[in-house]
């Protein structure tokens, strides 16, 4: 088969174009560890009042200032509905949903998730800078999503201005 000049360089091009896309891929996923959130632990939806830790919702400490955070996301909100921690707290979310489709997301950081119902998702965060942090829902959930929204206040060390 004879193929001309230019498609030769053109298939060459396209060739390594994805081999490189797959490498770059490659190093996210397996060196960086850049995965996609945890979907995999579940939960019956129509239970979570009475399933642990989602029975007794709210900020619980693991560590030194590394903490757990239990959530519930329904329509219009979540619970707990405002949480304080302290700055450098390591937080890990456990968020499920009451109900529908929510979002999870907190502006200015990498937290990011879908809450969706019969699932627990999982990530977690370490909060360097005092300051109020929203969430709020990024899934269009129904008629009140626009109000959907609590906040995390990051307390300064004693003694700091926060
Ligand atoms: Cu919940 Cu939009």
Same mark, same amino acid.
């Given at each position: 088969?004879?193929l001309h000049k230019y498609e030769k360089?053109w298939l ?28 995999? *632990? ?11 830790? !989602? ?7 693991? #560590? ?62 370490? !909060? ?15 008629? #009140? ?12 060390? *004693?003694?700091?201005?926060?």
């Amino acid at each position: 088969m004879h193929l001309h000049k230019y498609e030769k360089i053109w298939l060459l091009f396209g060739g390594g174009v994805l081999v490189l896309f797959l490498l770059i891929l490659s190093v996210n996923s397996f060196a960086m560890g850049m995965t996609p959130p945890s979907h995999m *632990e579940m939960i019956d939806p129509t239970k979570v009042d009475q399933t642990p830790p !989602f029975d007794n919702p709210g900020l619980k400490q693991v #560590g030194d200032n590394e903490y757990e955070l239990v959530m519930t996301a329904f329509i219009f909100g979540y619970t707990p509905n405002e949480i304080e921690i302290p700055a450098g707290a390591k937080v890990t979310f456990k968020v499920t949903s009451k109900d529908v489709v929510h979002g999870f997301a907190i502006p200015g950081t990498n937290v990011n998730m879908m809450i969706t119902p019969g699932y627990i998702s999982t990530l977690t965060h370490t !909060f360097s800078d005092p300051g109020e942090y929203l969430i709020l829902c990024n899934e269009y959930c129904g008629i #009140g999503h626009q109000v959907m929204a609590t906040r995390i206040v990051v307390k300064g060390k *004693e003694g700091e201005e926060s």
